[in-house]
C-alpha cells in the first residue's frame, strides 16, 4: 500500500536520502533534494515536514547521511549541486556547517565512507562535471586527496559497505567515460569496468558480500542495463536489460550472463533487446536456449 504523499519542493527532485539512525527524539528522517535548490526533511513516520535548507545557489543533485554521528554526537547532511560546492547540515539544527570548495563545474554525487579511516576522521567523497573525485575531512571541511582518472564528468560515486580481504577500502566512480575503482587510503587506480553501451548514470554497491565473500557493484547505464560486477576482478558476471513492448507485445526484461551468454531469465519482448545488445548472428540458436524465450517470431527471426 502506498504511504504518505510528500509535497513542498518547486520543481522536480534529484535526489533523497533516508537517515541510518533515528535522532534524539526516536525521529527517522528522509531528506530530498530539489532544483529548487532547498533540501526538505521529513519525519517518515508521520509524514510532516522538518526543516528546510537553504543555502546553495541553484538546483541540488545529490544528498547523504553520514553513516554515524560525529565525535560531538552531530549527525551530518551532505549536498552538492551547481554551485560548484559540498555543503554540510547539522540535522539536529537544521544548521549549516561547513562550505566545502574545490570542484571546478557542477557537483553530481556525494558519499559517505562507511567507517572512519585509521585516523579516526570522517571522509566525504564528491564527484563532479570537472571528471574528478575529491575526498573530504568532514570535522574540518579541510580538502584531502583529488582522485583523477575520468575524462569527462562524473555522475556518481559510491563507497564499499566494508573492506576486501586484502583490507583496502574501495570507491566506485562512474561517469560518461565508464566506471572505476579507486583503493581509498593510497588513491591508487583499481579495475577499470568496461561493458556498457555509453555513459553511466549510477553506481552502488550491495551493502554485504555474498556467499562467496564476493562484494558485488551494480552499475545503471543509458544503455538501458543495470550490470552487476565482482569489484575484486572488475568481471561483469550478470546484466539485466529492460525493453518497451512492441507493437502488439508486451515490455518485459532479459538477464543473462555475459561471459558465457547463458541466459537467465527473459519476459515479454525483451528478447529483441537483447538479440540487439549481444547479436550472435548465426551462432544465436546455439549459444542462446530457445525454449527460455518462447514467441515463434524470435526462432523466425533467428534462423
Known amino acids: 500500500e502506498a504511504g504518505p504523499v510528500l509535497r513542498g519542493h518547486e520543481g522536480g527532485i534529484s535526489s533523497c536520502a533516508f537517515s541510518p ?11 530530498s533534494a530539489g532544483v529548487d535548490g532547498t533540501v526538505r526533511l521529513w519525519d517518515v513516520a508521520s509524514g510532516e515536514a522538518g526543516p528546510v535548507l537553504r543555502g546553495h545557489e541553484g538546483g541540488i543533485y545529490s544528498c547523504a547521511f553520514a553513516p554515524v554521528p560525529d565525535g560531538a554526537g552531530r549527525q ?12 554540510l547540515w547539522d540535522v539536529a539544527s537544521g544548521e549549516a556547517g561547513p562550505v566545502l570548495r574545490g570542484h571546478e563545474g557542477g557537483i553530481y554525487s556525494c558519499a559517505f565512507a562507511p567507517v572512519p579511516d585509521g585516523a ?10 570537472d571528471g574528478t573525485v575529491r575526498l573530504w575531512d568532514v570535522a574540518s571541511g579541510e580538502a584531502g586527496r583529488v582522485i583523477r582518472g575520468h575524462e569527462r564528468r562524473i555522475h556518481s560515486c559510491a563507497f564499499a559497505p566494508v573492506p576486501d580481504e586484502a583490507g583496502r577500502q574501495w570507491l566506485a566512480s562512474a561517469g560518461v567515460d565508464g566506471i572505476r575503482l579507486w583503493d581509498v587510503a593510497s588513491g591508487e587506480a583499481g579495475p577499470v569496468l568496461r561493458g556498457h553501451e555509453g555513459g553511466l548514470s549510477s553506481c552502488a554497491f550491495d551493502p554485504v558480500p555474498d556467499g562467496a565473500g564476493r ?53 515479454g519482448d525483451a528478447w529483441r533487446h537483447l538479440a540487439w545488445l549481444r547479436p550472435l548472428s548465426n551462432a544465436l540458436p546455439e549459444r542462446l536456449p530457445l525454449e527460455t524465450f518462447g514467441p515463434v517470431p524470435f526462432k523466425e527471426e533467428a534462423a
Open 76 to 87: 551530518w547532511l551532505a549536498s552538492v549541486g551547481g554551485d560548484s560546492t559540498v555543503r
Open 120 to 129: 579516526g576522521r570522517q571522509r566525504l567523497a564528491s564527484a563532479g562535471g
Open 215 to 267: 562484494q558485488w557493484l551494480a552499475s545503471a547505464g543509458y544503455d538501458g542495463t543495470v550490470q552487476l560486477w565482482d569489484a575484486a576482478s572488475g568481471r561483469c558476471l550478470r546484466i539485466t536489460a529492460l525493453c518497451t513492448a512492441s507493437a502488439g507485445g508486451e515490455a518485459g526484461h532479459a538477464v543473462w550472463e555475459p561471459e558465457t551468454d547463458r541466459v537467465l531469465e527473459v519476459t
Open 21 to 31: 539512525v533515528p535522532d534524539g527524539a526516536g525521529r527517522q528522517w528522509l531528506a
